[in-house]
């Protein structure tokens, strides 16, 4: 039943992906529309037409103005008979012109016109002149670059020395076919994974550098396995364990590696037909997965991969359809990249996987001589439903927020838009569903070709370990300062970056505090308008988007990991926070403090409940009828020292609000008394998120309240100014399992801090430090003023001024020993 529902699935994403090209011609067809030849060979091209009617039907068939073309055409018939219901096999020959550069292309029109009826129909054939392999990510010059840069740079030595060793140790993927669940679902496929192409390239790399011919023999294995008309890829359709985004990546590789191995010339006639046969085959299956409104991750790579392998055919003519076609490379740069340059999913490994892509098809087209790098397309509006859900589903959001920016987009505005939101380390930091992310190795092919100080210092702080660094890596880097220091936002991915400004000029001495109010991200969007998605001092992380990790088949994903209780945010009658345009009220910058205020106005409602049965596997809920959007305004300061966060709910109906933060390590409160037993969830309602959280003491309070955390050396304290009174709990954090990082620690505690009312106000102070706490006391007069004392002597007023209104304030004063040096106002902006 599970198989049915997967074949209804891609049946209805191959109705929409052939939606764009329904205008076709129903009497005149052909099999290969592009075909590519050395000079003075020649090409056949055979084409069918078909008489749909019962009686006998007249044709006259030419080539348009022949006497334009380069290449020397002879057509077989140019006036024919077809009985009715009957079919016409027609063929025209093409002579490749010298006229032609290597790897240039001409095209052709076949026109036939029904002499009966005076209807005429045409089809485009376009003739290559063949370039020899290898083109694609390799090519002879620029493998003779770096074996000379190997020579002379020690990094480059080590890279290839590690490349070797991979190479030594890889052993060929078996060929067998699993039949196994994938989430929900189960379908057949071969067993590879989609990395498996990708290593045999770097095996057939260590080839081309070593000459070691064990490495060739391993490569050529696995292509012949692959492509046996019998065992391989024709057998099934599936050559990974996954979805489309993996067998892109698999035949993007695939056909890297064959075309490196057909300038080895080591196959035989028959060989080079089954690894055509299989191509063909892949990107037949893969027109099915293209749409107008299939713009995400998945897609983008399955149609790279398309694209690289159709470029490694020489098919000009399917190369064109997977670019300039609806949901095709051009579609998608069009739709998916941002104005601020982001990737719209907004998660750190999706928007590097598709930079990535892109990028690689930038550079197999360089190699071929064509320029995708500096190609700016103009922009397209990107729709608000995807292909098998509707806007909002499971809360889920797949337009772009955020101003509309320039009118073109282009690869460059992608490899340069991550780094305000990257840390002293130039890892990018975690947003939807994502964590921490490295450089991309993409950045070496951007500062190859657009030499940006920006660029070439994300390289400084990468491992230049990959494939890419070591074909196309400048050998030495230039010395260039931090370029995101300095507080920043990206205006449509809704992140903004709070930098404190320390007299030691040390990024990682800074506090740096990230907060979140933009695109959704479709599927791998999350539910935390407002939220503060990371915090950071002393190369120390205390937190990310993905605290915890269930898997995408599990229930705990969408009911607890992109849930709105899972994030660092308030949280409202323990529901899920709607996703909608929200937006970044002020900014400001100085040398005391940083500040912003972030807002939404939102609905909440229930989260969807995980369900095998239906497909995507999740019932869905509305809002309740009655249910107002509430405004959920944030306001962040960062100074030296500490975060003050000061948060403001309202709606005319009386709500539960919950102030939650997430760290690890809880070592005790102080200002609250505990309230009954511990109890094993903070809910036992199964359909509330909270029901994940487990070992919930609550507290009742009248004070102030101060929370202390510690992991390792790294402490944490949370001063909790208003609400005085208030219920409070603390419990453990969902936990999935197995720890990575920041990912499922055992340790990590959540602290909630709740008022029932028509509004809340809350104010509080973080300060992440190590050591010694540098806050000697905290005074609060009321929820807009506090006072904080610090052990070295200084002392600071921090004043907010109409936080409930529509123009807000906030004012630093400084002391040092009572006496008056500094003072900032954010009315002053720049």
Not at 78 to 94: D, E, N, P, V, W
Not at 232 to 238: F, H, K, Q, T, V
Request: aromatic content about 12%; overall charge negative; glycine content about 6%.
């Amino acid at each position: 039943m599970k198989h049915i529902k997967f074949v209804l699935l891609i049946w209805l994403i191959s109705l929409s992906g052939y939606a764009h090209n329904s205008i076709k011609n129903t009497w005149l067809n052909s099999g290969q529309q592009s075909k590519a030849a050395k000079a003075s060979d020649s090409i056949t091209y055979n084409f069918t037409i078909t008489n749909t009617t019962s009686e006998s039907q007249d044709f006259k068939i030419r080539i348009e103005a022949p006497q334009t073309l380069a290449c020397q055409v002879s057509l077989k018939d140019s006036l024919i008979t077809i009985r009715g219901k009957a079919h016409y096999k027609g063929a025209f020959q093409m002579i490749v012109s010298d006229r032609i550069p290597v790897g240039g292309q001409e095209t052709s029109v076949l026109i036939v016109e029904n002499v009966s009826n005076n209807q005429t129909a045409q089809l485009s054939f376009i003739t290559v002149r063949y370039r020899p392999h290898p083109f694609l990510f390799v090519t002879d010059a620029i493998l003779g670059k770096a074996k000379n840069k190997v020579k002379t740079t020690v990094w480059a030595k080590e890279n290839l020395d590690k490349l070797i060793a991979f190479a030594d140790a890889y052993e060929v993927p078996e060929l067998k076919v699993v039949d196994k669940a994938r989430n929900t679902l189960r379908w057949k496929s071969l067993a590879y994974n989609a990395a498996d192409s990708e290593k045999a390239f770097q095996v057939l790399l260590a080839y081309k550098f070593a000459g070691n011919k064990t490495y060739l023999e391993k490569v050529v294995q696995l292509v012949k396995d692959v492509t046996d008309p019998e065992k391989g890829y024709l057998s099934i359709g599936a050559a990974t364990t996954g979805v489309q985004v993996h067998e892109g990546n698999f035949f993007m590789y695939l056909a890297a590696v064959c075309d490196i191995l057909y300038g080895e010339n080591i196959f035989s006639e028959q060989e080079r037909q089954n690894i055509e046969q299989t191509m063909r085959y892949y990107l037949e299956q893969d027109r099915s997965h293209m749409s107008p409104i299939g713009i995400m991750n998945h897609q983008a790579s399955a149609n790279i991969g398309s694209v690289v392998t159709s470029l490694f055919l020489q098919d000009m003519s399917t190369l064109n359809h997977f670019v300039e076609s609806d949901g095709g490379l051009f579609d998608q740069m069009a739709k998916g990249i941002m104005p601020d340059g982001w990737w719209f999913e907004g998660t750190p490994g999706y928007c590097y996987l598709v930079t990535e892509r892109f990028s690689l098809v930038a550079q197999a087209y360089e190699n071929y001589g064509w320029n995708l790098y500096d190609r700016r397309l103009p922009a397209r509006y990107k729709s608000k439903d995807f292909e098998n859900a509707k806007d909002g589903f499971t809360g889920m959001k797949f337009d772009i927020w955020g101003p509309t920016g320039s009118s073109t987009r282009g690869l460059e505005d992608m490899v340069m838009a991550y780094i305000p939101m990257m840390d002293e380390n130039a890892n990018l930091i975690p947003n939807n569903d994502g964590t921490l992310a490295k450089p991309g190795d993409f950045y070496e092919l951007a500062y190859r070709h657009y030499q940006e100080d920006d660029l070439a210092w994300v390289l400084n702080h990468s491992e230049r370990d990959s494939w890419l660094a070591l074909l196309y890596g400048v050998a030495e880097l230039p010395e260039v300062e931090d370029p995101r220091t300095a507080s920043d936002y990206v205006s449509n991915v809704g992140l903004v970056a709070l930098r404190s400004q320390p007299e030691s000029n040390q990024p990682e001495d800074q506090i740096q505090a990230y907060f979140k109010f933009g695109t959704h991200g479709g599927w791998h969007g999350h539910l935390d308008r407002t939220g503060m998605v990371a915090l950071n001092r002393y190369g120390h992380k205390y937190f990310g988007t993905e605290m915890v990790w269930f898997g995408y088949g599990h229930a705990g994903y969408k009911e607890s990991v992109q849930a709105s209780a899972t994030h660092n945010m308030v949280v409202v009658d323990g529901l899920q926070q709607e996703a909608v345009p929200s937006e970044q009220t002020l900014f400001y910058k100085g040398d005391i403090m940083q500040a912003t205020i972030v807002e939404t106005q939102a609905r909440w409602r229930r989260i969807p409940i995980f369900n095998r049965e239906v497909f995507p596997p999740w019932n869905d809920f509305d809002y309740a009828p009655d249910f107002e959007p509430i405004l959920q305004r944030r306001l962040s300061v960062v100074t030296d020292d500490y975060v003050i966060i000061a948060d403001y709910m309202k709606l005319s109906q009386k709500h539960d609000y919950d102030w939650l933060l997430h760290p690890v390590g809880f070592q005790s409160i102080s200002g609250a008394k505990s309230k009954g037993a511990v109890q094993d969830q903070l809910s036992d309602d199964s359909n509330s998120q909270y029901k994940y959280f487990k070992d919930a003491q609550w507290y009742t309070s009248k004070n102030t309240k101060k929370v202390m955390f510690q992991e390792d050396d790294m402490k944490l304290d949370v001063h909790t100014l208003w609400p005085k009174k208030a219920e409070v709990f603390v419990s453990k954090y969902p936990n999935a399992g197995k720890q990575r990082d920041i990912r499922n620690s055992p340790d990590r505690a959540t602290y909630g801090v709740r008022i029932s009312d028509t509004e809340a106000q809350f104010l509080h102070v973080l300060e992440p430090y190590k050591d010694a706490s540098a806050i000697a006391k905290i005074e609060s007069k009321n929820e807009n003023e506090l006072t904080v004392y610090l052990t070295d002597g200084r002392k600071q007023i921090i004043t907010i001024k109409d936080l409930k209104g529509d123009n807000v304030q906030i004012t630093i004063q400084e002391f040092v020993d009572d006496i008056f040096v500094a003072t900032e106002h954010t009315a002053v902006q720049e």
